[in-house]
């Protein structure tokens, strides 16, 4: 599609486990964000890609999170050792690079840890 | 630190009405400020997004405004529809931190028939 496209739509699982986290950003598009929206809350910012450059991770929570970008497309989020505070909806957004272009967002996953 | 709120939390009218939709920051060091549509169980949409240089922008039935120096952004939604019932939210984007945007937590919006 053309559109931003996050994989899985739900991901349930136990604490103490790692959960994989994708984002297909629209082609082209070579910003790549991240956030995170708990219940209740506004949307926290957790990395932000530009290109090649070294990413921004200064909103990543704790060492547990982590994420890359391969070939300057598809990133991956990585939680390890989940916790029950890490359930939350995880976006992704893309956009046009430098420019004063907004952000389009993938429809989110819904992460819930038992 | 940058703080987004958004005023009031929630809001319910009838159709037709128009909405008025406030968002206030506290550091005016902006580039730009962007209105966004939820939906439930959905990700964003972009409504509108006004660079820190103008003063508005208008895009059908909305009309957004921004007033840097006061902090101040206001989305307005004329003759308001059943359609418009969602979660807006706005974001704005610091000057220091090329990617790091700032989100108020919301606006819910019910627009009854």
């Known amino acids: 599609g053309a559109g931003v496209s996050q994989s899985p739509s739900n991901k349930v699982t136990e604490k103490g486990k790692d959960v994989e986290l994708r984002c297909d950003p629209i082609?082209?598009?070579?910003?790549l964000y991240w956030y995170r929206q708990s219940l209740g809350q506004g949307l926290e910012f957790l990395i932000y890609?530009?290109?090649?450059?070294?990413?921004?991770k200064s909103g990543l929570p704790s060492d547990r999170f982590s994420a890359e970008r391969t070939g300057g497309s598809v990133s991956t989020l990585t939680i390890q050792r989940t916790q029950q505070e890490d359930s939350a909806v995880y976006l992704c957004a893309s956009s046009p690079g430098r420019s004063n272009q907004p952000q389009h967002f993938g429809d989110g996953t819904r992460l819930s840890i038992l | 630190k940058q703080e987004v709120t958004q005023i009031p939390a929630a809001l319910s009218v009838p159709e037709g009405e128009n909405l008025v939709l406030n968002c206030s920051f506290t550091d005016s060091a902006i580039y730009n400020l962007q209105w966004f549509r939820q939906d439930p169980g959905k990700g964003l949409t972009s409504l509108l997004l006004?660079?820190?240089?103008?003063r508005e922008q208008t895009s059908g039935r909305l009309n957004a405004s921004l007033d840097k120096s006061s902090g101040r952004s206001t989305l307005y939604i004329a003759a308001s529809q059943p359609g418009d019932s969602a979660t807006y939210l706005c974001?704005?984007?610091?000057?220091?931190?090329?990617?790091?945007?700032?989100f108020g937590a919301g606006t819910q919006v019910v627009v009854t028939p």
């Open positions: 890609f530009q290109g090649n450059s070294a990413p921004d």
């Open positions: 006004i660079q820190s240089s103008q």
């Open positions: 974001a704005v984007r610091q000057g220091d931190s090329w990617g790091k945007f700032q």
């Open positions: 082609s082209g598009h070579t910003a």
